[in-house]
């Protein structure tokens, strides 16, 4: 239960927080169909988040989606209820003013992986903290907000928002730009800490690189790292500390900016279209109208990308090169959404990234998703199928939002293969996924109303605007649209705007 001070409730700028919701939602994760619908429903939809979370608000309880990343790895990304996010929004830009500002990108990145090198030295450490979101505990950083800001109503609010929606007094979401905030606080906290022990420190996010001048000053920052993780309730992640001479930290650099530029200049490739992501598991941003000629050279940093990436292992030799490659393969797939036309050897490397770049799914779905013919689309997805691979529920997500939209997907030789497909997706663990199956079935006449009623009843607040979506798409009588629209205004409007957008 969270129970907001009516003052602090007219200070906070619900109506801003949503709209941020609805225009910049979270990079690795589909638009939800509810911000889609409260798109031209703004004022109305804020005034509704404004009645709901006034005096006693109980949150729904977190769900989380396994997201992939790099080298096989899963992050937890948080899905929440509409008004539990539009409030954390809000209370966290109400703090902002006062908080450590969130700078980062491809220039910030750079500039701090070659800071180390700025200062005199002879070992460089590379380290970060091991699922770094996930661990931050609450009361620690409510206890550096309030140092920072005082706002006691604000932080008591944040505390209880948080600890209700989790279950526990730790974790923060993923994904969340007030997340990122809120986390900046507690990690500026640890470097200036580290610094006062006389660390050569530098910092991008939860990643931490020391200048050391001696190897007994590095064997004493590594432990004094550890020291004050654990003071906080994180971790060091033993697994990516690396101690490098400061030569090979240097040519290591070189290296790999130098076989980033050499890919690109092989390639014909304009570097500066890229804002690569540091973090090489999410979709950047992209310049718009790229030229067919960096078009041309996008499609052959990907075909490079498939003779080496795409495949269960990577050769040693190749290793370096690939990295590079994921580098610019983001950007790659972002110039490609511009291409009108669909090359169906594209888009058997757009399969394989699937398969062995599974941390690229959402730039994959959102080229696919710009395809007008839907024809090759389908055909090369029918050919993943048939390999049978393994697609996790957060790709299904993806791509039943890319592709199993058309009413082609639902027709035709492999129409039964896909549809089972569907049914399996619909076995998801997490409720959002799940619910998002039930809506494709709802838009191929696979599901009725009375079973999206019965799991609709099972499902919590956050997944049900899907399934009230999947229910309007089956046209139900009148007693089925009252049992689920007249719950709240929310599910009204997803209502009307399903029928033409779902």
Sequence with gaps: MVEIDPTLLQGIDLAGSLDREIDKPPRMLPQNGALQALSQRRPKAATWVQQVVGGRFTPSTEETVAVSKINHGVRPVAVWDLPTRVLYGALAMHLEPSLPSVDRGQTQWAAFRRAPLEYDGSYIIATDIASCYQYIDHN????????QVGEHAAVNTLRDLLSTTQGRTYGIPQQSAASDLLAEALLDRLERVLVRR????????????????????????????????RRLGLTMNDLKTLTWKRSTYQRSLDEAEDLRKQ?????????????????????????????????????????????????????????????????????????????????????????????????????????????????????????????????????????????????AFGTGDGAKRRIEW?????????????????????????????????????????????????????????????????????????????????
């Excluded at 620690?140 to 140092?147: P, R």
């Excluded at 394989?352 to 690229?360: C, D, E, G, P």
């Excluded at 997490?430 to 079973?451: F, K, S, V």
């Design 422 to 502: 569907v049914h399996e997706a619909f076995g998801a663990q997490a409720p959002t996924p799940r619910a998002y199956a039930a809506l494709t079935l709802a838009r191929h006449g696979q599901i009725n109303a009375d079973e999206l009623l019965r799991l609709y009843d099972r499902t919590g607040a956050t997944a049900r605007p899907l399934l009230v979506a999947a229910i309007a798409l089956t046209k139900p009588p009148n007693r089925i649209s009252k049992a689920v629209t007249q719950d709240n205004p929310l599910h009204r409007w997803v209502y009307e705007w399903a029928p033409t957008g779902a």
């Design 198 to 229: 006389g660390i050569q420190a530098g910092r991008y996010n939860d990643d931490f690189r020391f200048t050391c001048r001696s190897w007994s000053d590095a064997i004493r920052a590594i432990e004094i790292f550890s020291e004050e993780t």
């Design 140 to 147: 620690l950083l409510m206890d550096e907000l309030l140092i």
């Design 263 to 407: 890919i690109a200049a092989d390639a014909q490739y304009d570097l500066t279209l890229i804002e690569y992501d540091p973090y090489g598991d999410e979709v950047v941003s992209q310049p718009p109208d790229p030229t067919d000629v960096d078009r041309e050279a996008a499609a052959r940093i990907v075909e490079r990308w498939a003779k080496v990436g795409g495949r269960s292992q990577i050769a040693a030799r190749r290793v370096k090169e690939h990295r590079a490659l994921l580098d610019l393969l983001s950007s790659a797939l972002a110039t490609l959404e511009t291409e009108p036309t669909t090359d169906s050897e594209l888009l058997k490397h757009l399969m394989l990234i699937l398969r062995f770049a599974r941390q690229m799914t959402p730039a994959v779905c959102r080229y696919l998703a710009g395809r007008t013919d839907p024809a090759p689309v389908i055909a090369a997805f029918d050919k993943l199928l048939t390999s049978r691979a393994y697609l996790n529920d957060w790709q299904s997500w993806w791509l039943q939002s890319a592709i199993a939209s058309n009413p």
